[in-house]
């Protein structure tokens, strides 16, 4: 199957909406780690005692990915997807599993993502493709 019919295919049996959830999922958590967590600048704000909100974000954010936690919530729900075969539950532990994967949670997201993606690829419709 050449690449732009794949993505063709996945975007029809995984549908738009999955898609653009899982973009906007990535990209916040991508923002949060370089953007909050990460940064030299807010680092040297939040030391001096600064009281802003992304200090107080920078503080209580790695309570996510503290041991895991994210990406061991992308593991529950991915497996409770596989045991349900429920397409918003496969939904669910997919975008946890994108959020895990940037997230500092990579090892355990990165199982949960992957079983939401078996059970959503099992249940929707194979294309018919006989070119």
């Known amino acids: 199957m050449p690449t732009s019919s794949l993505a063709v295919d996945l ?3 995984l549908g738009w909406p999955l898609l653009i959830a899982l ?3 990535a990209a916040a958590s991508a923002g949060l780690r370089y953007g909050l967590m990460e ?3 807010l680092h040297g704000l939040c030391a001096g005692g600064a009281d802003d909100w992304r200090c107080l974000v920078r ?3 790695p309570q996510l990915f503290m041991q895991e ?3 061991l919530f992308a593991l529950a729900v991915g497996a409770f997807a596989l045991l349900l075969r429920h397409a918003f539950v496969a939904r669910l532990a997919v975008v946890a599993g994108a959020a895990g994967l940037v ?3 990579a090892d355990f ?3 949960g993502l992957l079983a939401g993606m078996l059970v959503l690829l099992a ?4 294309s018919v493709n006989t070119a």
């Open 39 to 41: 940064s030299d600048l």
């Open 109 to 111: 997201a990165a199982v």
């Open 59 to 61: 503080r209580i954010a």
């Open 123 to 126: 249940r929707a419709p194979a």
């Open 69 to 71: 936690r994210i990406g």
């Open 103 to 105: 997230l500092y949670s």
């Open 11 to 13: 975007r029809k049996r």
């Open 23 to 25: 973009t906007v999922v």
